[in-house]
């Protein structure tokens, strides 16, 4: 069952960035695009790339992992070229300017 | 560290760094058995004695190189994707994305025997050896290296071997597979064997030399996936087939090679025909020229067994497949506790960090010890502790 998390402010992560969260044992990447927030396992199930350090493209609503620039649909959690494989997302909301995570 | 509770609301996730390397390698003896150097030319042209040292003011490189940036989205050839070690600290830094304690460099970056002029490999070949020794291994002891030689004329190669093999850092002579040059088990390489032999080198067998236009199968393939994924792989297990068919371990029973980036998943069915296929028609073997040198008509072992005996392989690329029975079957197939050497391939966009050693549920304690550093220890005369 998931809970809640507080990850902080919504300044507290950069515009059209991300930022690496600890929530409970988990790690999770979170991107804002304006108000619009992301998040995705942090790890890349291809070869383990740290999703918070891929390529985000926030028109495309995708992050690329540094490594082998595999592409993730931050909603869906879909591989671009193969939805078939897919890696967890989390529900994002902002929340009174607290951007809360469910984990 | 402990999440911080915001009264009776949710908890409150903490803003953390990544870690540069998986965390859970801490407390392992590592081996990365393949990260590149590259020197700037201009430094190695120092070691090289005039003309070559005036006249070769850029690397003479081999033609049109095959850019393939339109599909990867990276840079050239994506060989500096995660950065460029050109002296012992950049080797010794570039080991804090690996995790590896200890590396055998590889010089493959230079693509070396590609030069049109065949004679100045070898040239580059002994300015790249003196650069190491002098820039390199005095960093650490834990940095090794493969000796760099001119695969294109064996006797130069030999010669290379004999004036630098002593120096205790190198531990194997590299060659590369790329389809461009006589396969590696023809008896024109011989004098490289003995040599290495002499010196307790390892002989290297690393994908390269393609980057050129063309890969020399079927007149060139159309994509970079092709060349990179398939043709390589097709290239080394000829070069591999090569030299067991052609006898080179029955006239170096000692002789080891280790195998990288030309995968070895392959092993079961090549070596399921090698074997039948020679059984099939063992008279072809007799007319090598090893085999009319010794007076042998036929191979000592059966093609297979030379696959166990004197290969090794570097992990990377490491691809497993998804259904955990599969990939332990094929695991089990090719003996990979025993036939695997871990490495990264850094800074190539090929990169493999170590994760897959954790991730992948069936690896045990003991293998994962054994692949991280115990085979190579075992392997390497020159790693052995």
């Known amino acids: ?103 | 560290m402990a999440n911080v509770k915001t009264g009776n609301g949710p908890e409150r996730a903490e803003i953390v760094k990544p870690d540069r390397v998986d965390p859970r390698v801490a407390g392992y003896d590592i081996i990365d058995t393949d990260i590149h150097l590259l020197p700037d030319w201009d430094r190695l042209r120092e070691y090289m004695p005039e003309p070559y040292r005036t006249k070769l003011k850029t690397f003479p490189l081999v033609g049109s190189d095959y850019n393939p940036s339109y599909a990867t989205n990276k840079p050239g050839t994506g060989q500096e994707v995660f950065g460029r070690a050109r002296t012992g600290a950049d080797v010794l830094e570039s080991m804090k994305d690996t995790g590896a304690q200890s590396c055998i460099i590889v010089p493959g970056f230079l693509r070396p025997q590609s030069m049109f002029h065949k004679s100045w490999v070898s040239v580059l070949a002994s300015a790249y050896n003196d650069y190491v020794i002098e820039n390199v291994f005095p960093a650490s002891p834990n940095i090794k290296a493969e000796l760099m030689i001119n695969q294109r004329i064996p006797e130069d190669a030999a010669a290379e071997i004999r004036r630098v093999g002593h120096h205790r850092q190198f531990v194997s002579s590299y060659t590369e597979f790329g389809g461009n040059y006589e396969q590696i088990g023809t008896a024109d390489h011989d004098p490289i064997f003995e040599a290495s032999l002499e010196h307790d080198l390892i002989v290297t067998l690393h994908a390269g030399t393609f980057w050129q236009a063309y890969t020399p199968l079927h007149q060139g393939a159309r994509t970079w996936t092709e060349l990179l994924g398939v043709s390589t792989m097709a290239i080394c297990l000829a070069d591999v087939a090569s030299m067991i068919i052609q006898g080179v371990f029955d006239k170096y029973p000692d002789l080891r090679c280790t195998v990288k980036e030309g995968g070895f998943w392959w092993i079961p069915e090549m070596t399921l025909r090698l074997d039948d296929y020679y059984l099939n028609h063992p008279h072809d073997i007799s007319l090598c020229e090893r085999k009319i040198e010794a007076g042998e008509a036929f191979l000592r072992h059966l093609p297979s067994d030379y696959i166990w005996e004197h290969f090794r392989f570097a992990t990377q690329p490491m691809l497993l497949p998804k259904d955990p029975k599969h990939a332990q079957w094929l695991w089990e197939m090719c003996r990979a506790d025993d036939m695997l050497l871990f490495s990264t391939d850094w800074p190539h966009a090929t990169f493999d960090p170590p994760n897959w050693l954790f991730d992948t549920g069936f690896i045990t304690e003991k293998a994962r010890r054994k692949i991280f550093s115990e085979n190579a220890r075992a392997w390497y005369p020159r790693l052995a502790k």
């Not at chain 1, 990850?7 to 960035?17: A, H, L, Q, S």
């Not at chain 1, 999703?51 to 540094?66: A, I, K, L, S, T």
Request: hydrophobic content about 35%; proline content about 6%.
């Open chain 1, 1 to 103: 069952m998931s809970k809640d998390y507080v990850v902080g402010r919504v300044e507290d992560i950069p515009d059209r960035g991300s930022a690496l969260v600890r929530a409970g044992r988990q790690l999770i990447a979170v991107f804002r695009d304006g108000t619009t927030f992301y998040a995705i396992h942090n790890t890349c199930p291809h070869k383990g790339g740290h999703m918070c350090q891929g390529e985000f493209e926030p028109d495309n609503r995708m992050v690329r992992c540094p490594i082998h620039l595999w592409g993730w649909d931050l909603a869906r959690g879909e591989l671009e070229t193969d939805p078939r494989q897919t890696v967890r997302t989390y529900p994002v909301k902002v929340v009174d300017g607290q951007v809360v995570l469910s984990a």
